[in-house]
């Protein structure tokens, strides 16, 4: 419970309170728990966890980026060997990736305390599916703590390392982008690292062979039998007494959209969301004459609480897609009775302006795909900003599936039978991530397909975090840069060429003899991203009015800086740019038929 | 540091403050603050929310980005009072709405108390390349039609500021989130003297100074405004380009003089040229082309020629 302001304010100073993100607040947890190794690919919405990390001491926590959430997961599974509290920070895709690990370490365990901090993204705010991490944990015999707002975030990645030890398993510590990116205030303490626990030489537990995975899975059960009966007392758990006639189940950020709706309702919050506390559940159940449970996504705890022979009333009412809100909680609540309808006032709401995320003033990625379009090719995308080159105008790809998919569903593309020629584009942070494979795959197997390397030298979907192709580290430092025309060519591909994304016509004519090259070509599409780590900007173009034709023939790159202005030629809306916005690339210029988008100095003068 | 005000309407003896005042010691206040990616919502939402915790209140902001920073619709949520839990504001229950753009303020009109929010917002236009889509000649831009005063009718208490004309007349464009925390900072119990630092705490160094003449510069405007008539407004209706006679365009091309260039296949705007099997230049989708002439001033070989004509029936001007 939260103190009325004047508590509140003589409690702050008492004790240090922050505004912190659900993020921020999970990096805090870790590192007051003593975290010594932290690793992550970023990911929305688990990004800043380990960007905040990292601005914590470099001698009390190495943190880093790894090439990808496995890499990540791994490095942190190696510092629990090796006796060290470790964390792992991914998005909910992400743990797909490091699902390999994760499986398996599910059975190994814990030495120096392991936490993963998974982040899922209801409604898709930011990926590619809105799948339920917790299931993961119910797969795997994996404890999973659910934070319903930024202090708990931090309490609970604080118990998660101490769980990990005392039980010898991971955690797994999971998150929505509501609960990521909210700032709610924090109560900080301060750091107790425990003493270093050293590798522990125990083959039997840390060779995953068959003959002692088979011993390990029993652990693996006797382990979830042990943690189901730790959590019927832990005090993560919250039973908060209302009236008998209903009662609601529900954990993590759910929890503050069902009080909400119900300020002084019964209400079961779990603090995990497994296992479960069955005798805990069974004596809530049966205190009440009607039991709802509300959590997004999947029924994850509705399936165990209707196991248990009570009927637990849930997906009816509250959607399994989707992100919820409180008017989602209300109408569910509505729907089975439980809370009178309320008037509806309908609001005045003109119809909004349609307004998708677009590619930047100046971005790389526009000219690439500008002369991905103009070769014919049927084209596997991949993710990353240049994703959004599949809305009009540059409409420029054809598939996206997931991080480092572009290149083996290409080749499946010319496999299968395509007769266009197949192309694949991936940003360079991708490429590094789950790429390479993909680009051998190709070579080995002699496919006929052409590789658009996007090199906009950072990871840039994600608000700029470096990679191996950069040059830096998480903390700053300089590490060596990937060559990635030597990597194509060690891995065997013959045609290799690297051309600047802002000459267009160069662009164009590479594209074109790379898709005529027999056999797998590689195209490094090179500049960096306007935004990140610099935010370029040059001197801005303009349109020269008088000489405009409004031919649109710039209007196909996309691009925020031009609109339409005021004046008409032949009922066609002229463009214009807006000053603010224009970096000066030029790519308009280049394309311009009548010669009319100048230096704005000259257009004015 | 003294606790919120519950009661009493004014902190600085200003008569005529918007009436939304905080009696959040009970319920939550609700502030939603809304706009393009890179305007400066998350700066704007962040000095309000440090400013409230400063007050003692709970506070949550939620805020989502990732995409937003690409030019996407930007919101943030803020919410603070003695308790508070969703950290979303559900619909109708926003108290005030501060709008960095037009067509963001009507988005999110649905949010506001029917009865009592306050909508400040300012008129500056981001128009996305999806509201240029239909090049068809005489086809309108695709862009929120709506005009201050109509908007203003329809909310309990509305204002349509220029602040982003205002910052550029201070020399910082990106001012303009500053001239409307102004505009909200008079909706809000906090002193002036609070706003100022929470300001200075979160723009850039070299910025303060101007952003702090911006924040004087919107509660000054707003104060202004709700004492003049509610018809005097300082901001010109938006002009939008509007829509003429709808023509009707149609390709001629003489395919005995086509030499499979393809150099019309490769201007073409719209790309609704191709070569056909005999590799002669065809109009692929007569309903895409716009008549804007290129294929036909860049034949090499005078093969295209454009015809438009007045469209009698058409109802092409629809977006």
């Keep these: 419970m939260r103190a009325v302001p004047q508590q509140a304010e003589e409690s702050q100073a008492r004790q240090d309170v922050r505004p912190l993100t659900g993020n921020e607040a999970i990096a805090r947890g870790a590192w007051e728990a003593g975290v010594r190794v932290a690793a992550a690919y970023p990911g929305t919405p688990s990004t800043e966890i380990l960007e905040s990390l990292a601005e914590y001491p470099a001698e009390d926590v190495h943190a880093q980026w790894s090439t990808n959430e496995k890499v990540a997961l791994d490095v942190a599974i190696g510092a629990s060997f090796a006796g060290a509290r470790a964390l792992a920070a991914m998005k909910h895709v992400g743990l797909n990736v490091a699902a390999d690990a994760f499986m398996s370490q599910a059975y190994i365990g814990a030495n120096g305390g392991l936490v993963l901090a998974v982040c899922d993204d209801p409604g898709i705010h930011s990926s590619q599916n809105e799948q339920d991490s917790r299931i993961f944990g119910q797969l795997a015999g994996v404890p999973v703590l659910e934070p319903s707002d930024a202090q708990e975030a931090l309490d609970l990645t604080r118990l998660a390392f101490e769980i990990s030890e005392r039980f010898d398993t991971m955690v797994i510590v999971r998150g929505t982008t509501r609960l990521s990116h909210t700032r709610s205030p924090v109560a900080v303490g301060e750091r107790s690292a425990p003493p270093a626990r050293g590798f522990v030489e125990d083959p039997g537990k840390n060779v995953m062979i068959p003959a002692h995975a088979r011993r390990r899975h029993v652990a693996v059960v006797e382990r979830e039998a042990k943690l189901k009966a730790y959590l019927e007392t832990a005090p993560i758990n919250r039973w908060e007494t209302g009236a008998a006639n209903f009662g609601v189940i529900t954990a993590g950020t759910c929890y503050p959209y069902v009080r909400e709706v119900l300020p002084n309702a019964s209400v079961l919050k779990l603090g995990a969301s497994w296992p479960l506390p069955e005798a805990l559940i069974k004596r809530y159940c049966e205190s009440v004459e009607r039991l709802f449970v509300v959590e997004e996504l999947e029924p994850v705890i509705e399936r165990e609480v209707r196991a248990l022979g009570f009927r637990a009333e849930g997906k009816e009412f509250f959607p399994r897609v989707g992100e919820f809100s409180p008017e989602i909680v209300r109408a569910g609540f509505e729907k089975a009775g439980v809370l009178a309808p309320r008037a509806h006032k309908r609001a005045w709401t003109p119809e909004p302006l349609a307004r998708p995320p677009v590619l930047c003033a100046g971005c790389p990625h526009t000219s690439s795909f500008m002369a991905v379009r103009a070769s014919g090719a049927r084209v596997a995308g991949d993710i990353g900003c240049y994703t959004l080159a599949c809305l009009d105008p540059l409409r420029g790809l054809d598939t996206t599936v997931s991080m480092g998919s572009s290149i083996g569903n290409a080749i499946g593309i010319w496999r299968g039978g395509e007769t266009r020629p197949v192309l694949a584009t991936i940003g360079d942070s991708t490429f590094l991530h789950a790429g390479i494979p993909g680009l051998i795959d190709a070579v080995y197997n002699q496919a006929n397909i052409t590789v658009l390397i996007l090199d906009n030298h950072v990871t840039a979907m994600t608000g700029g975090q470096d990679h191996p192709g950069t040059g830096k580290t998480l903390r700053g430092e300089e590490s060596p840069r990937v060559d990635y025309e030597a990597l194509a060519r060690a891995v065997g591909v013959k045609w290799v060429r690297t051309v600047d994304s802002y000459d267009l016509a160069a662009m164009y004519q590479n594209l074109r003899e790379a898709i005529a090259h027999r056999g797998v070509s590689v195209l490094i599409s090179n500049r960096p991203c306007v935004l990140d780590p610099v935010k370029i900007k040059g001197p801005a173009l303009a349109v020269d009015n008088e000489q405009c034709n409004a031919c649109q023939s710039c209007m196909n790159l996309g691009c925020p800086a031009l609109t339409w202005g005021d004046d008409t030629f032949e009922a066609r809306h002229k463009v214009k740019i807006d000053g603010s916005l224009c970096i000066g690339c030029t790519l308009c210029a280049q394309v311009c038929s009548v010669d009319c988008i100048k230096p704005a100095a000259k257009v004015n003068s | ?319």
């Excluded at chain 2, 005042?21 to 704007?44: F, K, S, T």
């Excluded at chain 2, 308790?83 to 501060?98: K, M, R, Y």
């Excluded at chain 2, 019309?264 to 705007?269: D, I």
Aim: glycine content about 6%.
């Design chain 2, 1 to 319: 540091m003294s606790g919120p005000k519950t009661s009493r309407s004014s902190l600085e003896g200003e008569k005529n403050r918007p009436a939304a005042a905080a009696a959040a010691a009970r319920e939550p206040m609700n502030v939603l603050i809304v706009g393009v990616g890179g305007q400066g919502v998350i700066m704007v939402s962040k000095a309000l929310a440090w400013l409230a915790q400063s007050k003692g209140f709970e506070v949550k902001q939620s805020e989502v980005h990732g995409m937003a920073k690409r030019g996407g619709s930007v919101f943030s949520h803020v919410r603070f009072g003695a308790q508070v839990f969703s950290p979303t504001i559900p619909q109708g229950e926003a108290d005030i709405l501060v709008a960095l753009e037009w067509a963001e303020g009507l988005r999110w009109l649905p949010y506001l108390k029917a009865e009592s929010g306050i909508f400040i917002c300012d008129t500056k236009r981001i128009v996305p390349p999806f509201a240029c889509l239909n090049r068809r000649p005489g086809a309108p831009l695709r862009y929120s039609r709506e005009t201050p005063a109509e908007v203003k009718a329809h909310v309990a208490e509305g204002y349509a500021v220029d602040a982003t004309a205002m910052a550029e007349r201070l020399g910082n464009e990106r001012a303009a989130n500053v001239v409307l925390i102004g505009a909200l900072s008079s909706a809000l119990e906090f002193s002036a003297a609070e706003w100022e630092k929470a300001i200075s705490a979160f723009v850039p160094k070299k910025t303060v100074a101007v952003n702090l003449e911006a924040f004087r510069l919107g509660r000054a405007w707003i104060d202004e405004a709700r004492t003049e008539s509610p018809q005097a407004e300082a901001s010109p209706e938006p002009r939008l380009p509007g829509a003429e006679a709808p023509v009707q365009v149609r390709l001629e091309i003489t395919r005995a003089w086509c030499k499979s260039c393809d150099i019309c296949v490769k201007v073409c705007p719209e790309r609704c040229l191709r070569l056909d099997a005999e590799r002669i230049a065809e109009l692929t989708d007569p309903a895409k082309c716009t008549g804007c002439r290129l294929c036909e001033f860049l034949c090499p070989d005078f093969a295209i020629r454009v015809h438009r004509e007045a469209s009698p029936e058409r109802d092409g001007a629809r977006a």
